[in-house]
Nanobody
Framework: VQLQASGGGLVQAGGSLRLSCAAS????????MGWFRQAPGKEREFVAS????????YYGDSVKGRSTISRDNAKNTVYLQMNSLKPEDTAVYYC??????????????????WGKGTQVTVSS
């Protein structure tokens, strides 16, 4: 699976962004999908994940209540809507395809395919 993330940018604190991740190459609906982020000098952190059908979602504590992950299997795309952004949300955001279709994985090693990241910068 080839993954391409987009939608990052510079936004003021309190603002919103919607990230997209377009997939190609294999049957998208076979995979759970996740978003991770990595800030300078920090480890890659789980943000959110979604099951193959979109029916089940999981969130990291840092974004819970402020973000929504969703997917459109007809478009081979997964989304991350982020609201009430904070400066500490500044990071490179990566999408990834889970080895499991259930999308419950939170560790980077559980994800088989990764896209290049998209930079999100939140100014105070």
């Amino acid at each position: 699976v080839q993954l391409q993330a987009s939608g990052g940018g510079l936004v003021q604190a309190g603002g919103s962004l919607r990230l997209s991740c377009a997939a190609s190459g294999r049957t998208f609906s076979n995979y759970g999908m996740g978003w991770f982020r990595q800030a300078p000098g920090k480890e890659r952190e789980f943000v959110a994940s979604v099951s193959w059908s979109g029916g089940t979602t999981y969130y990291g504590d840092s974004v819970k209540g402020r973000s929504t992950i969703s997917r459109d299997n007809a478009k081979n795309t997964v989304y991350l809507q982020m609201n009430s952004l904070k400066p500490e949300d500044t990071a490179v955001y990566y999408c990834a395809a889970d080895r499991s279709r259930y999308g419950w994985s939170r560790q980077t090693y559980e994800y088989e395919y990764w896209g290049k990241g998209t930079q999100v910068t939140v100014s105070s």
